[in-house]
């Protein structure tokens, strides 16, 4: 069922009763998406400012095969790290916690990197496309705290700090070229080489199986499916939402505009996440 506009008589009140039935029946999945987090300061990519209509992503393969590439990304994430870090859980994250905590979800999994869910209370979350807060080597295969390499950077660095106004869901921040070039990379301290990788999927990357297979598990056990703030443009969390459609198990979606799965969902909400999450919570917990 997709929801009337919030100007239509009721029409409020007819979206929240919905998904509180629907999320209400308990074993809810969690999907997330950008969406969620834009009320943190952290742009989406697809939505109105996103930030895919201002730049090409980092790719897994420019990373991996281009050592410029790996640089500039690394000049700008240092500073964008500063801004990501900084990012606070918002009403929308609190909910979702709110709700586990009231013994109604089965799981949380999500496809940010910013760590937000569980700075606002959530536990054992899914972090599809991995964590910001982490690093890699792939080299050696070390994971290492994030902090721990931006205290190093910061060391190697000390004058690099271009003021910055926007950071991208992946944690990199705008720059121009021109500064790029003072910027001073650091190696693994585990092997001494490197190179480093924040541990994170990248566009062109494969999600682990593993994490993949862990995902469906839950969507396949799930009572439903409850996708918020996510555009499901990529397959990535898309197929969760076919799967969980191929074995009827109810999907709900909550997002500001239009997703690749509204066909596919029983309720389907077009409104702030930062108003509809809170006052499901409210009502639920």
């Not at 271009?162 to 720059?175: K, Q, Y």
């Not at 439903?224 to 999907?251: C, D, E, H, N, Q």
Request: proline share 6%.
């Amino acid at each position: 069922m997709t929801l009337a506009p919030a100007t239509a008589p009721g029409a409020a009140t007819a979206r929240l009763d919905a998904l509180a039935d629907l999320v209400g029946d308990g074993d809810v999945v969690v999907l997330s998406g950008a969406g969620l987090s834009t009320d943190s300061g952290i742009p989406d990519y697809r939505g109105a400012t996103g930030s895919l209509r201002r730049h090409t992503p980092m790719t897994y393969q420019t990373f991996t095969r281009d050592p410029l590439g790996r640089h500039r990304y690394w000049a700008r994430s240092f500073v964008g790290w500063r801004q990501m870090r900084a990012a606070r859980p918002n009403d929308g994250h609190r909910a979702v916690a709110g709700l586990q905590d009231a013994g109604l979800l089965a799981g949380i999994v999500t496809q940010n990197v910013d760590g937000l869910h569980q700075a606002g209370g959530a536990r054992d979350v899914v972090e599809l496309h991995g964590g910001l807060d982490r690093t890699v080597c792939l080299g050696c295969g070390d994971v290492a705290d994030r902090a721990a390499l931006d205290e190093r950077l910061r060391e190697a660095n000390p004058y690099f700090g271009p003021r910055v106004d926007e950071i991208n869901p992946d944690g990199d921040a705008e720059l121009p070229d021109e500064v790029l070039d003072g910027f001073v990379m650091v190696d693994c301290l585990a092997c001494g080489a490197g190179p480093l990788k924040p541990d994170v999927v990248f566009f062109g990357e494969t999600v682990p199986r593993d994490r993949v297979d862990r995902c469906f598990g839950l969507v396949e056990h799930a009572g439903s499916l409850l996708v918020l703030g996510s555009s499901l443009t990529v397959m990535s969390g898309y197929r969760f939402v076919l799967r969980a459609a191929k074995l009827g198990i109810p999907v709900g979606i909550v997002n500001v505009g239009p997703t690749r799965g509204d066909a596919k969902a029983d309720v389907r909400v077009d409104a702030p996440l930062g108003e509809v999450l809170p006052a499901l919570a409210a009502r639920l917990g």
